[in-house]
């Protein structure tokens, strides 16, 4: 962490033990912070609000909050939003608030915890991913179960329009046909066709990705611009058509888009994406098929900077539902969850390491995004 960032860190931390102090004390928020009082009225009843903060205030009081040495990541994010007047999920602040005495006099580490699982069953229901996480009986490993609105008719028609735009170019190894520099972008269109067949939500990325990759080559020069060149400009426009069919015609695709609109998944800091392959490392030892494979690979693509901007954050998107359903699912604690596959894994050591990673490092940082 810089410096500067360490010392807002401190200061925002040292703010809110003095003002929890204050609260206490008064047991009322009225007063405290005007300039936002007013813009919270205007969401919400002020008894509400001030019912919302002293309870949370309390919470925040029985945690031990003297501990110095104690995470209070999850205070400062929600003492921080409340300042600025961000969006609350008061579903997920009740249940805090509501945490049994018994588990708060056992300190802030055990709180911490509790919290932290409520945190993740909260984001899975945030991060949509038009699919169902469930565990194989046969195997005792977790899959995913694609769901979708688009009747499997109107799915096929999708998938021969991508797939006949995929022939626009003819055959583009020949020596001398001008559209060969597309051939990387419409492969890649093939392989979304032959990987994607039951999965609108993957073909529609796949559809805006390709022509994004399209676009980004006719500014570069390196294929003829669409506005001069009716083949491109129908190649680009038929993934564009397609693409927004599959979002019309299904709820789930549409869930998602609106879920990826989400500010702060737009302001991560993409760096911190580097910490990604190793949790996917003791991930997968609890998965198995398609989500086993493309938990790694999500993890790569975020973590490559050199990797396009909007893929790497529906990469971010991805990889975040998952790991949130795949530490929350079954009723399971999230760490029983992860044990049962880890046990499986054949290097004990890269499981430790790997785990390490994903507790300290990958799990608040996907938290973050919320």
């Avoid at 912070?33 to 309390?58: F, H, K, T, Y």
Wanted: proline share 4%; hydrophobic share 45%.
């Amino acid at each position: 962490m810089a410096a500067s960032d360490a010392g807002a860190a401190a200061r925002a931390s040292i703010a809110l033990a003095t003002d929890i102090e204050l609260l206490s004390s008064q047991g009322t928020a009225s007063g405290l912070w005007p300039s936002q009082m007013e813009r919270w009225a205007e969401e919400a009843n002020d008894a509400w609000l001030d019912g919302e903060i002293v309870l949370m205030v309390s919470s925040f009081a029985r945690t031990g909050w003297r501990e110095r040495q104690a995470d209070w990541t999850f205070w400062i994010e929600w003492y921080s939003d409340l300042l600025e007047g961000r969006p609350q999920n008061r579903a997920l602040l009740t249940e805090i608030a509501l945490i049994p005495d018994a588990d708060w006099e056992k300190g802030a580490a055990h709180v911490n915890a509790i919290i932290r699982d409520l945190r993740l069953k909260h984001a899975a229901l945030a991060f949509p991913n038009a699919e169902t996480l469930e565990v194989n009986p046969a195997t005792h490993l977790i899959q995913a179960i694609p769901v979708t609105d688009i009747d499997r008719s109107v799915l096929q028609d999708c998938l021969d329009r991508l797939h006949d735009a995929s022939e626009t170019f003819g055959d583009l190894s020949v020596r001398n046909n001008q559209y060969s520099a597309l051939l990387p972008e419409v492969e890649k269109l093939r392989e979304g066709i032959s990987r994607y067949q039951d999965r609108p939500q993957r073909l529609y990325d796949v559809a805006l990705q390709v022509a994004r990759r399209v676009s980004h080559k006719e500014v570069l020069g390196e294929c003829p611009e669409a506005q001069k060149d009716a083949l491109v400009a129908d190649f680009k426009s038929e993934l564009l058509a397609t693409a927004d069919d599959i979002r019309k015609l299904d709820q789930k695709v549409q869930e998602v888009v609106d879920a990826r609109l989400v500010e702060k998944l737009h302001a991560a800091d993409l760096a911190g994406g580097a910490a990604l392959p190793d949790a996917a490392s003791i991930l997968v030892q609890a998965t198995e098929g398609d989500l086993s494979t493309e938990m790694t690979e999500d993890a790569m693509i975020v973590a490559d900077p050199n990797a396009d901007p909007v893929e790497r954050r529906n990469a971010l998107y991805r990889f975040a539902s998952r790991t949130f359903r795949i530490v929350s699912i079954s009723g399971k604690t999230a760490r029983g969850v992860l044990k049962e596959g880890a046990a499986l894994a054949k290097d004990a050591t890269i499981v430790i390491g790997a785990a390490a990673t994903l507790w300290k490092v990958v799990i608040p940082y996907l938290l973050s995004l919320l």
